[in-house]
């Protein structure tokens, strides 16, 4: 089994966050308002941590896994509840995670 899963979905949401700083530095060098950069510095960065969160659970769900058995199971859906609250979200569940 693939380790890593969720490769695609991460360069493709990588791409995205890259494109839209570019935008972010663009608007920086034409000089406008503080309040619009502000706002998009923003969203780049929650887009950096949902990205983050993606390959953290792509690693507990195959890595970790695979290193603690199908037993704890339980034990890691408790880790993915922490990290939802810690981040802020409920995203999707990736899917076939153990």
Do not use: P, W
């Not at 199908?70 to 609250?85: G, P, R, S, T, W």
Request: glycine share 6%.
């Amino acid at each position: 089994m693939d380790k890593h899963t969720q490769s695609k979905n991460v360069v493709n949401r990588l791409a995205r966050a890259s494109g839209h700083l570019e935008a972010v530095k663009k608007m920086a060098e034409e000089g406008r308002d503080c309040s619009d950069l502000l706002v998009q510095i923003s969203a780049v960065i929650a887009a950096l941590n949902s990205v983050s969160k993606v390959i953290l659970e792509d690693h507990i769900s195959h890595c970790l896994v695979e290193s603690l058995g199908e037993e704890k199971q339980d034990v890691l859906e408790k880790l993915f509840d922490a990290i939802d609250k810690y981040v802020g979200t409920n995203t999707k569940r990736l899917e076939g995670r153990h």
